[in-house]
């Protein structure tokens, strides 16, 4: 059984109390690796070989810095094959969607921040003939970047990427029950000639890590990617110490879909984001609200569309579906499903678990993409994150309802408009109370925009300018230089 260790200035480190717990592939819910749980002292080994390195590769220069991510970049699309085979057995995922689409975008965070670092600009303010202010954008130092299991090479190098561009060095805690890729990143990073420090990655859980990581006096800034309440956790332990921090949170993201839409493209696009990878993304659409006069049409074509999913194992090129991440977990959205009947919803498809009679996948965490409908808006299913297979279908009569609908929750992350009224779509880009708002689309991602939610969806924004800005710190300088 692969055994799977820290990475600490450069070389694998057995855990504090060599400890170690299983990991589990859920599509056939047997073990197959053992991964380290890492406890305070390791912490303190790599916040130690982090703050060592930090001064030369806070100087090495951002040309060097780039040549370096760039060649990480090159190496995950030279290895795609092997990358997503490993994530397909670590989370379930379809193997085609790791290889299409999450390790060549994996690999474009690495070669985007590369460019970025040899481009971050500062500002110059001149009074001429008398003084000049100007900005310096300096590295942090040390940074902890907490990525999570639904995507967990695409957060990952989404946050180490501007993180090291930037000139930190960075100690990075990948979710343990999806350690491999990240494993086989720290190999891809040494063969690319990142220096030593300069990337330490631990494994181990939140509750034992979390606290040390947020108030150690030598790390400067924390990145998460995950739930709310561990969020508001983190929050918690580092605003008194007034460390900069970025939080990615949750959601209960909408989809509004009005009469005039492009139909066909309107329920391919939404089937799609409200079922991808097991509907466990945060920018998945689970409410699809949709304009009273083609609610049944719609509805019909979208169970329609949803039945013909195939589910089962994520090896297979025709997999739409594999499992979800844990047997918990799917336990947790039935919860969710059984809740909802009881508050009046009805099932139109899905809404049980698969249990495969062949051996390989008969222990599997599979269940059925399920849609419900005749839900209130206020009920629990509307509000929390189920982060699994279930979409909930609501119609509206107009669009001031579907506005408060939409904006009903708690959270605001991402949202979905699909209309070809020009004007209702800038109307209600400045009503819907989201940091994402794609019109007639769904996951078309520019790396130069900014990224993040609003409310209980997260604080502050990562992307582009905005990461590089966050992993860096702004000194103002002032000359008088007149006579």
């Known amino acids: 059984m692969t055994q799977i260790n820290n990475f600490i200035n450069g070389d694998y480190l057995a855990p504090e109390g060599n400890i170690y717990v299983s990991g589990i592939n859920p599509s056939n819910g047997e073990p ?64 085609r969607v790791a290889r299409e689409l999450e390790i060549p975008r994996s690999a474009k965070n690495f070669s985007f921040f590369a460019a970025a670092c040899t481009q971050l600009a500062s500002e110059c303010h001149p009074v001429f003939g008398h003084s000049v202010n100007y900005t310096l954008r300096q590295p942090l130092g040390v940074v902890v970047c907490i990525s999570p299991w639904n995507l967990p090479l695409y957060l990952l190098t989404w946050k180490i990427a501007p993180a090291l561009a930037a000139g ?68 918690q332990h580092v605003s008194p110490l007034f460390k900069k921090y970025s939080l990615e949170m949750g959601g209960k993201n909408s989809a509004l879909i009005f009469a005039d839409c492009d139909f066909d493209k309107a329920v391919e696009t939404t089937v799609r984001s409200g079922f ?45 579906m594999g499992p ?52 209130p808006i206020n009920a629990k299913i509307n509000q929390q994150e189920v982060f699994g297979p279930v979409v909930t279908l609501i119609p509206f009569s107009s669009e001031e309802e579907a506005v408060h609908a939409s904006n009903s929750t708690s959270f605001g992350l991402a949202a979905t408009l699909w209309t070809q009224d020009i004007k209702r779509a800038h109307r209600l880009a400045e009503k819907i109370e989201v940091g994402i708002f794609w019109v007639n689309t769904w996951m078309l991602r520019d790396l130069r925009t900014p990224f993040g939610g ?30």
């Open 454 to 483: 609003m409310k209980s969806s997260g604080v502050g924004r990562e992307g582009g300018l905005e990461a590089m800005r966050f992993f860096t710190e702004p000194k103002n300088v002032c000359i008088d230089y007149s006579s």
């Open 32 to 95: 197959f690796y053992e991964v380290c749980a890492s406890k305070e002292k390791d912490v303190m080994l790599a916040v130690a070989a982090a703050k060592e390195a930090f001064p030369a590769w806070s100087r090495t220069d951002a040309f060097e810095r780039a040549k370096i991510l760039q060649r990480i970049s090159e190496l995950i699309l030279e290895n795609r094959d092997k990358l997503a085979k490993l994530e397909s057995k670590d989370s379930g995922k379809p193997y």
């Open 168 to 235: 930190n060095c960075v100690i990075a805690k990948p979710a343990s029950i999806t350690p491999l890729t990240a494993h086989f990143l720290t190999k891809l990073c040494q063969e690319a000639g990142l220096p030593k420090g300069a990337l330490n990655i631990i494994y181990g859980s939140g509750s034992d890590l979390s606290e040390t990581l947020c108030t150690h006096k030598d790390i400067k800034a924390i990145s998460f990617t995950g739930g709310t309440e561990t969020g508001a956790k983190i929050a």
């Open 276 to 320: 991808s990878n097991q509907g466990q993304i945060c920018l998945c659409m689970p409410r699809v609200l949709i304009e009273a006069p083609i609610y049944e049409k719609f509805k019909e074509a979208f169970i329609k569309k949803v039945s013909s999913l195939k589910i089962g194992d994520p090896m297979r090129e025709d997999t739409d």
């Open 324 to 375: 979800l991440i844990s047997f918990d977990h799917r336990n947790r959205v039935r919860e969710h499903i059984k809740k909802a009947q009881l508050e009046g919803g009805r099932i139109l498809c899905g809404g049980e678990e698969i249990h495969f009679s062949d051996d390989h996948l008969s222990k599997g965490f599979f269940m059925q993409p399920t849609v419900m409908e005749g839900i």
